[in-house]
């Protein structure tokens, strides 16, 4: 009986080391000097969603969008394998969503940050906003 429980407690302790040293990569990745690039969509986070899912139908694969807990105006976007790449070679995009003002209609402002900037990463990064803006196009197999 011991043996479970002490079995039991390692696999809940593991899982929560898992998700806190993410969690640290995470917020080690979100530090001015590995922005790569920011830009901003002329979406609302609807639009986007809606653009990864008719890229994923197209496809076959999208980027995965995530809302923040606990916030309206706040998700992240990562590569859909992000479970296969390594944790220094993960792309993040963070979008935070900007109200409407008489000069600009709704738009989303997006920061994305790499450990890395070479032209893969680069060409992902590309992948990543063309699935966003033109979700019929799937990047060729190069």
């Known amino acids: 009986m011991n043996k479970i429980i ?9 899982g929560c080391g898992t998700t806190d040293r993410s969690q640290r990569h995470t917020d080690t990745l979100r530090q001015t000097q590995y922005q790569r690039t920011e830009r901003t969509l002329q979406m609302t986070f609807p639009e986007i969603q809606q653009a990864l899912f008719k890229h994923e139908r197209h496809c076959g694969h999208a980027p995965v969008f995530t809302m923040k807990e606990g916030e309206a105006s706040l998700a992240t976007i990562t590569e859909a394998d992000i479970d296969d790449t390594p944790w220094n070679q993960r792309i993040l995009v963070d979008l935070m969503w900007l109200e409407p003002s008489i000069r ?19 060409t992902r990064i590309r992948n990543i906003f063309n699935a966003i803006e033109r979700p019929e196009d799937c990047p060729s197999a190069t």
């Open 104 to 122: 600009q209609e709704t738009r989303t402002r997006a920061h994305v940050y790499s450990f890395f900037s070479n032209k893969e990463i680069k």
């Open 6 to 14: 002490v079995g039991t407690l390692v696999v809940l302790l593991a």
